[in-house]
Structures are given as C-alpha cells and as structure tokens.
C-alpha cells in the first residue's frame, strides 16, 4: 500500500453537507456528477490539491448507530496549524467545536466539530 486514498461519506441532505464541505472545512470540488440510475450525487473533493473525499447523496440512507463509538469509522481527523484560527473558523458558519483538549501521549491540542450528519471530524494541532 502507498498512502489513504479517500475517505467516502454519505449524506442526509446533499445540498446542506456539500455546502459543510465546502465552506466550513474549505475542500475543493473536482468533479461532481449525478447518477441517475441511483438517484445519487457523488462529489469528490480534495485538500490542497489532494483527493480525500467522495460525498455521496442516496435515497433515505439509514441514520448513524451512535456518535462516535458506533463499529465502523469513528471520525474523520484533519491535521490544522492554529487550533484557535480553526474554531473561530468554524463558528463563523455557526458550527461549534467542543472544548480543545489535549492529547496525553503527544501533548497536542485536538478539538472536535460535527458534519450535518453528526460524523465526528477531529482537528488536530500540527
């Protein structure tokens, strides 16, 4: 293996989550199609020029089990240069982060926001 290729999410409410996407973490789009056999949209999106995110829109996807210990991808975890300059960020589109932790074996600041479907997304301080 090289590296993580991407990671794919599906979404409640693909105009609410691309927007997220979009302004609240700053991905690029690089390409956006729909499928109509599927009913779906598919959105694959990159961070500095990196590919990291197919968004996917389904008919009725089934909810979250439980936030975040449910089997499965616990959370998405987004290396940041200035924990505070992210929040601020982020409350600027009314998302609220949880308050900044610190990580006991690295000694790093980490802080949590959700996406419009609750996925937990972790920022981490480099």
Not at 89 to 101: F, G, S, T
């Amino acid at each position: 293996m090289n590296k993580v290729h991407h990671t794919a999410i599906i979404c409640s409410n693909y105009e609410v989550s691309k927007q997220f996407y979009l302004d609240v973490l700053s991905l690029e789009i690089i390409r956006e199609v729909y499928r109509e056999e599927r009913q779906s949209y598919k959105l694959d999106l990159a961070l500095n020029g990196d590919y990291i995110i197919e968004l996917f829109s389904f008919p009725n996807p089934p909810k979250r089990p439980s936030r975040p210990e449910a089997c499965g991808l616990r959370h998405l975890a987004f290396e940041v240069d200035d924990i505070e300059k992210t929040i601020a960020h982020c409350k600027k589109h009314q998302v609220i982060a949880e308050p900044i932790r610190v990580d006991e074996f690295t000694n790093k600041r980490f802080t949590f926001i959700a996406d419009p479907d609750d996925l937990p997304i972790e920022f981490y301080e480099k």
